[in-house]
């Protein structure tokens, strides 16, 4: 029979371990309450990758996980904002999908992840985005962060998008006064 002291040190090294595995999956994105889960894996492929905003670049060999979903919408949507330019030859990749258009980096733009993009309804659309310092401002969806394709020349050779993303011009961050070089931040999103 185990004594009260052994079964003490079990019972904390079970708790420890779930706690842990807990956090680690709140961290990965789709995981929080089981509503989206990587639909898919896809293989690295490198290439010539223009590196204007820091992305990180495909690795051949390397799995990257697919999402054809994205966490449910709401009135507070936790999202990462990520930077990217939306300008020719930039990161970006090609013209916005919403406008087969180019856009400055002095417009706030977005392009959202695959399953908040929902198949190009919410082109056009204003949403609201929050950053942790208070400061909050609108922008306009042209685009797509695609979360299935990616590690070709049509995605500047980088990955999928995580799910949970809005892809950001400059000139939101600037307007969320965000230091780009942090390159990725948490932020709430809505639709106004």
Same mark, same amino acid.
């Given at each position: 029979?185990?004594?009260?002291?052994?079964?003490?040190?079990?019972?904390?090294?079970?708790?420890?371990?779930?706690?842990?595995?807990?956090?680690?999956?709140?961290?990965?994105?789709?995981?929080?309450?089981?509503?989206?889960?990587?639909?898919?894996?896809?293989?690295?492929?490198?290439?010539?990758?223009?590196?204007?905003?820091?992305?990180?670049?495909?690795?051949?060999?390397?799995?990257?996980?697919?999402?054809?979903?994205?966490?449910?919408?709401?009135?507070?949507?936790?999202?990462?904002?990520?930077?990217?330019?939306?300008?020719?030859?930039?990161?970006?990749?090609?013209?916005? &999908?919403?406008?087969?258009?180019?856009?400055?980096?002095?417009?706030?733009?977005?392009?959202?992840?695959?399953?908040?993009?929902?198949?190009?309804?919410?082109?056009?659309?204003?949403?609201?985005?929050?950053?942790?310092?208070?400061?909050?401002?609108?922008?306009?969806?042209?685009?797509?962060?695609?979360?299935?394709?990616?590690?070709?020349?049509?995605?500047?050779?980088?990955?999928?998008?995580?799910?949970?993303?809005?892809?950001?011009?400059?000139?939101?961050?600037?307007?969320?006064?965000?230091?780009?070089?942090?390159?990725?931040?948490?932020?709430?999103?809505? &639709?106004?």
């Amino acid at each position: 029979m185990a004594t009260p002291r052994a079964l003490a040190t079990t019972a904390i090294f079970l708790l420890a371990m779930f706690s842990t595995s807990h956090v680690a999956s709140a961290l990965r994105p789709g995981t929080r309450l089981g509503t989206c889960n990587a639909s898919g894996y896809l293989p690295g492929k490198s290439g010539h990758c223009e590196k204007s905003n820091d992305p990180d670049c495909c690795e051949d060999g390397k799995q990257y996980p697919q999402y054809r979903c994205s966490p449910p919408v709401t009135a507070s949507t936790r999202a990462v904002l990520t930077l990217n330019s939306f300008e020719k030859g930039k990161d970006g990749g090609g013209p916005s &999908e919403c406008d087969n258009s180019y856009h400055s980096d002095k417009e706030k733009v977005v392009a959202l992840s695959t399953g908040w993009f929902s198949n190009m309804a919410r082109c056009g659309h204003q949403i609201k985005i929050t950053a942790s310092n208070g400061k909050s401002v609108y922008a306009k969806v042209v685009d797509e962060c695609d979360s299935v394709h990616g590690c070709d020349e049509d995605h500047n050779f980088e990955p999928p998008c995580d799910n949970n993303i809005v892809d950001a011009s400059p000139a939101v961050w600037d307007a969320l006064g965000l230091d780009q070089n942090a390159g990725m931040v948490g932020i709430t999103w809505s &639709e106004e």
